[in-house]
């Protein structure tokens, strides 16, 4: 029996997927080193995650904010089961000759109050990059990708630091530290943007002419928990 249209998966769509799900599971084991980027320290994490503020860019703006959902969803699953796989083997008991407890313990040991703020500020932040994207592709009648993808970034990261920071390191680092910590965030994921827009555009550009889709939201359920 053939096949609906609607059960058709677009291959470049699975691959931006794929590079989603990789880019936040990366992104967990690369915030265990602190690294120093034009003198400000962050953690190495901000090599990779922006990566998944674009790929979700390129995501709304060809296939439409339902698609960027679906995609979403899937990251959040599989960042989940990583980081549960990761807890699981690190709380069973080591071989009598492992000698590598506490460095797997550093990478894997992921504490449950950083590991649900990370989950509740990836989620925020990357549906509210989607529905900035979305809301004003029909807004602007497809006009001005490059503040589109800005701004929606910046709210997008905003986000997720606002939500990540306090949660996660609240009571730990003072107010001060926190404070400078989401500002330098969202700053250099930001200019991290900026520097790669170029090749965004024509990646966006070469999607759309391959794949023949410029989805326009005109009626779509913006509801987060719809997930067909």
């Not at 590079?19 to 084991?29: G, H, P, R, S």
């Not at 701004?151 to 920071?165: A, K, M, N, P, R």
């Amino acid at each position: 029996m053939e096949k609906k249209d609607n059960q058709k998966v677009s291959v470049l769509f699975m691959l931006f997927s794929i590079l989603f799900c990789v880019c936040l599971i990366a992104a967990n084991l690369f915030a265990t080193k602190q690294i120093n980027v034009f003198g400000i320290t962050m953690v190495g994490a901000l090599i990779v995650f922006p990566i998944s503020y674009i790929v979700n860019d390129v995501v709304s703006e060809v296939w439409g904010f339902g698609r960027a959902r679906q995609m979403i969803w899937v990251g959040f699953v599989m960042n989940f089961f990583f980081v549960f796989m990761g807890f699981l083997c690190d709380i069973i008991p080591p071989a009598p000759f492992y000698e590598n407890s506490e460095g797997f313990h550093a990478v894997f040991g992921l504490a449950p109050r950083v590991a649900a703020a990370s989950f509740l500020a990836f989620l925020v932040g990357s549906f509210l990059n989607a529905y900035v994207m979305s809301r004003m592709k029909v807004a602007s009648q497809g006009k001005f990708f490059s503040a589109r993808a800005i701004l929606s970034t910046i709210v997008g990261e905003t986000s997720d630091s606002l939500i990540f920071y306090p949660l996660a390191l609240g009571g730990v680092v003072p107010v001060e530290g926190l404070l400078e910590l989401m500002f330098w965030q969202v700053v250099l994921k930001t200019a991290y943007e900026l520097v790669v827009l170029p090749l965004t555009i024509c990646v966006v550009k070469w999607v759309k002419n391959v794949e023949g889709e410029d989805v326009y939201d005109q009626h779509v359920s913006y509801n987060i928990f719809k997930f067909a």
